[in-house]
């Protein structure tokens, strides 16, 4: 049942008949006491691999690693068989699984090993997998980890990464702090690089804000961004909007001189207002078309 429902293009019998055909083997997955996946594969001994017919998991257990996981045991299995090669052909869903499973489209055994011993199915991907004949499998998951753990160690002897410092108080929201100040920069070897004039370049950029801020404000569409959205009209709006922001708020914080430091930082919070509005409201409400002229604005502006 497994199959056929996973596999709703492939005809009932069809199935069957293969499930239940004395050449092929099935590989099942069970979770207390119900079948919840499996392999069906054929082994060709004599040409050296098997070809994989069949593989599902139930679809209320998906993306939990059980894929990965009989897979595994696949392998595993066939490593006593001396079975190396595995084939398949893999429609444009299964492909990224099997890649993950470490399956290729470049075949590399010989063609004449099975042109002829397995089926071609029609819009299917023939795609290869050649296990290692040392490597177990079952315990991948540990391997991965202990090389992981191996390599960080190595990285250590040359880098600080994982020096953690404590963080900066900050005695006011808008507080400019100096980048020399924040631990663990100057262990960094980070070097401040001067442009010219430091204050001047500061001044003109909060200048060039503080235009676009203006030029905003007074744009016919700007009128649902002057404040901020009154939770007793929109109910609802601080449930789905976790980070709001409007131009009262944009306007504090440039204001204060400390808060916008780049055009990033000033920018992204025009942006969130933006998304914030489109998030909420339907394509086709006022409000919608509003936050999309502000984002033109903000495109020939910015």
Same mark, same amino acid.
């Given at each position: ?123 299917? =991907?023939?795609?290869?997998? /050649? %296990?290692?004949?040392?490597? #177990? ?6 391997? +991965?980890? $202990?090389?992981? =753990?191996?390599?960080?160690? /190595? %990285?250590?002897?040359?880098? #600080? ?6 963080? +900066?108080? $900050?005695?006011? =929201?808008?507080?400019?702090?100096? %980048? ?123």
């Amino acid at each position: 049942d497994i199959f056929a429902q996973q596999l709703p293009k492939m005809p009932k019998e069809y199935i069957t008949r293969l499930v239940m055909d004395r050449n092929h083997h099935s590989l099942l997955l069970i979770k207390k006491k119900r079948i919840i996946g499996g392999i069906c594969f054929r082994p060709f001994r004599e040409q050296g691999f098997i070809e994989i017919a069949f593989c599902a998991i139930s679809v209320n257990e998906q993306v939990k690693g059980y894929g990965t996981h009989v897979m595994n045991h696949l392998k595993s299995h066939m490593q006593r068989d001396k079975l190396y090669y595995f084939l398949t052909y893999a429609d444009n869903y299964a492909i990224g699984y099997f890649k993950k499973q470490g399956f290729t489209k470049y075949v590399t055994l010989a063609k004449e090993k099975w042109t002829g011993f397995i089926k071609d199915y029609d819009g299917g =991907t023939l795609m290869e997998c /050649k %296990i290692n004949s040392k490597l #177990n499998y079952l315990d991948l998951a540990n391997i +991965i980890k $202990r090389q992981r =753990t191996a390599l960080l160690e /190595k %990285i250590k002897e040359s880098s #600080n990464s994982h020096v953690r410092h404590e963080g +900066i108080i $900050r005695t006011s =929201t808008y507080e400019r702090i100096n %980048i020399e100040d924040i631990k663990g920069i100057k262990e960094s070897r980070w070097e401040k690089e001067t442009v010219g004039d430091e204050t001047e370049s500061f001044q003109l950029l909060h200048y060039f804000f503080k235009e676009i801020l203006r030029a905003i404000k007074s744009h016919e569409d700007a009128w649902p961004f002057l404040e901020p959205v009154d939770p007793e009209e929109v109910t609802d709006y601080y449930d789905v909007i976790k980070n709001p922001i409007d131009l009262t708020v944009i306007e504090e914080r440039l204001n204060s001189g400390q808060y916008y430091i780049s055009k990033h930082i000033f920018f992204a919070d025009l942006k969130r207002m933006c998304d914030n509005c489109k998030v909420y409201n339907r394509e086709d409400t006022v409000f919608y078309q509003c936050a999309t002229s502000i984002e033109r604005l903000l495109r020939e502006r910015g």
